[in-house]
Nanobody, 128 residues
Framework: QVQLVESGGGLVQSGDSLSLSCAASGGTVSSYAMGWVRQAPGKEREFVAGISRSGGSTYYGNSVKGRFTISRDTAKNTVYLQMNSLKPEDTAVYYC?????????????????????WGQGTQVTVSS
């Protein structure tokens, strides 16, 4: 069974950058459509970014488009989220997610209900 472990969260100032990592075990990231999802205090979980099984397609939520970049390193079996120009409204717990059920090669999963495996989350706090 695939397990996902996020790391890299922390406290930063507005305008700073931060890189999150999601290390997978029990499966390979190139086998799954994967994504990052966040949940701010008192709010519902929000899709942030997704990457296809092929790794060749990515998609972003409107609130992070142009600032965040999702990528993966198959040799390290890790998915990353590079976050630039951080804003206080980016403050949230960030979760890595995978869809381990069969997914077409180029499909990006945006619906949170379609992800079946989740990490424990990592806190990102952006101060103004």
């Amino acid at each position: 069974q695939v397990q996902l472990v996020e790391s890299g969260g922390g406290l930063v100032q507005s305008g700073d950058s931060l890189s999150l990592s999601c290390a997978a075990s029990g499966g390979t990231v190139s086998s799954y459509a994967m994504g990052w999802v966040r949940q701010a205090p008192g709010k519902e979980r929000e899709f942030v970014a997704g990457i296809s099984r092929s790794g060749g397609s990515t998609y972003y939520g409107n609130s992070v488009k142009g600032r965040f970049t999702i990528s993966r390193d198959t040799a390290k079996n890790t998915v990353y989220l590079q976050m630039n120009s951080l804003k206080p409204e980016d403050t949230a717990v960030y979760y890595c997610a995978a869809r381990t059920r069969q997914t077409s090669w180029g499909i990006i999963i945006v619906s949170l209900n379609e992800y079946d495996t989740w990490g424990q989350g990592t806190q990102v706090t952006v101060s103004s």
